[in-house]
């Protein structure tokens, strides 16, 4: 298996963005770094993407992901689903990431669920069932907040975890004017969250 080597270009044969899942990382600021170009500042702090099912935004996401974990030395990412049976289940974002994140030497910690590279990334699959739930990320800071299927959380829930999103201390970019802090909402029509 080859790898890439953090702040490379993805080569194409691994991952190809479908037309919006370009735009998607454009609205990220991450379209330029996925050829190995500087990182540039999220369009605004709140990114929706979705519609429809079978739209690519899962993949998008877990790409998403990756390519910050490659680009943004030290930037932590938070991945997360209502469930955690949405995260490992056929295809889904965990799936998803065993098959391309060791590309770049990601390790996955199964117990953690946590992805670590040696830029000092870092990807967490996280999930929030119960509003309690909420509480269990209080101390944590993500610099990127991804929350899949958004739709299926309360706003409670989804209120607490947007004060999530802020720099982490090992976030080499933050306060550089590149990067700044954004979330993700990944969405179909309908749901609790509607």
């Known amino acids: 298996m080859q790898t890439i080597q953090a702040s490379s270009t993805i080569p194409e044969q691994f991952w190809t963005p479908q037309d919006k899942q370009k735009d998607l990382l454009e609205a990220c600021g991450l379209m330029g770094a996925l050829a190995g170009e500087t990182v540039k500042k999220a369009i605004c702090q709140m990114i929706g993407y979705g519609g429809a099912a079978f739209g690519g935004k899962t993949e998008g996401a877990v790409a998403v992901a990756f390519i910050a974990a490659l680009a943004i030395p030290g930037v932590r990412i938070g991945y997360f689903r209502r469930m955690f049976t949405e995260l490992e289940g056929a295809d889904g974002p965990i799936d998803r990431s065993k098959q391309l994140y060791p590309l770049a030497g990601?390790?996955?910690?199964?117990?953690?669920?946590?992805?670590?590279?040696?830029?000092?990334?870092?990807?967490?699959?996280?999930?929030?069932k119960n509003a309690g739930d909420r509480f269990n990320y209080q101390s944590q800071a993500f610099d990127i907040l991804i929350i899949d299927e958004a739709t299926h959380f309360t706003w409670k829930i989804v209120d607490y975890l947007i004060t999530r999103n802020r720099p982490s201390k090992t976030n080499t970019l933050a306060g550089s004017g590149n990067f700044r802090p954004f979330s993700l909402f990944l969405t179909n029509p309908g749901n609790i969250g509607h």
């Open 106 to 128: 990601g390790r996955y910690n199964n117990q953690k669920h946590v992805w670590t590279f040696d830029n000092g990334s870092e990807v967490h699959f996280c999930h929030c």
